[in-house]
């Protein structure tokens, strides 16, 4: 049997302890194992910029009955989200159209009607929101949930695309599902203010460069085309707005003469320059704070 020489054994110990500290270091600085995810612990999640779920446990959210001045496309998606609820076909929606009335929040509101009027035994319906700058790992996102027992609405909002950005290649491939095909048990829902996606400017400036003008500008168009549902948003008028407003004042209780709300909540307009649910709420934020009252 050999030893060590005393050399060799003596250069040993050097090494080891600097061995020590360099697996130590790397054990350090490998990412930390993800922990298992409850998809029971909450009924709505942010899709991560690391690529993982995390839960919501409150939702901002408007309840549906507060959403005055859109009935049609109110019942429209409501319908829609019922279907894909029940197992049914539905379609992806496209929610377009003015500012501040209402898009985002009657996605939200709409998941939160069907999941409390669902039966008894029934798994609640999934809502997971994307933001805009993640939608390249949409196609993960899909890959996720496909096969899980819940459905789910992935919803991003204030979708658009600017520029040389093309990002929205990742969107249409998740939409159409690639050889996969999209997961059953997934729609998608987007708010925008553009009804194709994509700034006037940036189809101009697609017809001005492109060796076949047509070819380019349909082939980013056609991303609007991946919903089967288009839902059109428009400014209200002055009687929808003040509408909203006796909706937040019956529905909060607050205790205002009638007649100062309504011309307060039309200066307020004017002094924005817009009427919309989005005005009428920080109208009636404002009203409630002067109050003294809380908003539940």
């Not at 929606?93 to 009657?106: D, E, F, P, V, Y």
Request: net charge negative; with cysteine; glycine share 6%.
């Amino acid at each position: 049997m050999t030893s060590t020489p005393p050399a060799d054994r003596a250069m040993l110990d050097a090494i080891l302890p600097v061995l020590e500290r360099i697996a130590a270091a790397l054990e350090r600085s490998a990412p930390a194992a993800k922990p298992a995810l409850d998809l029971n612990s909450a009924d709505a999640f942010l899709w991560g910029s690391d690529r993982r779920l995390i839960p919501v446990p409150k939702v901002n959210r408007v309840e549906i009955d507060l959403l005055t001045g859109i009935d049609r496309a109110r019942d429209i998606l409501v319908d829609n989200t019922t279907r894909f609820a029940k197992g049914l076909p539905a379609n992806n929606a496209l929610l377009w159209g003015a500012r501040g009335m209402g898009k985002s929040s009657l996605v939200k509101a709409a998941h939160t009607r069907i999941n409390a009027e669902r039966a008894e035994g029934e798994l609640p319906m999934k809502l997971v929101e994307i933001h805009r700058e993640d939608i390249e790992a949409l196609p993960d996102l899909m890959a996720t949930l496909r096969g899980d027992a819940h459905r789910w609405i992935v919803f991003c909002d204030d979708l658009s695309f600017d520029g040389d950005d093309t990002s929205y290649k990742s969107l249409k491939t998740a939409l159409d599902g690639g050889i996969e095909g999209r997961p059953d048990n997934v729609l998608f829902y987007a708010t925008s203010n553009r009804r194709h996606l994509l700034a006037r400017e940036m189809v101009e400036n697609e017809r001005s460069t492109a060796i076949n003008p047509g070819e380019a500008v349909e082939e980013k168009v056609s991303l609007s085309d991946r919903f089967g549902l288009w839902l059109g948003f428009h400014k209200c008028s002055q009687d929808e707005y003040l509408a909203m407003i006796r909706a937040y004042v019956e529905r909060h209780g607050l205790k205002a003469d009638p007649d100062t709300v309504r011309a307060e909540a039309l200066e307020w307009a004017t002094t924005r320059g817009s009427r919309s649910g989005r005005t009428a709420f920080q109208f009636i934020q404002d009203l409630a704070g002067r109050l003294g009252q809380r908003l539940d």
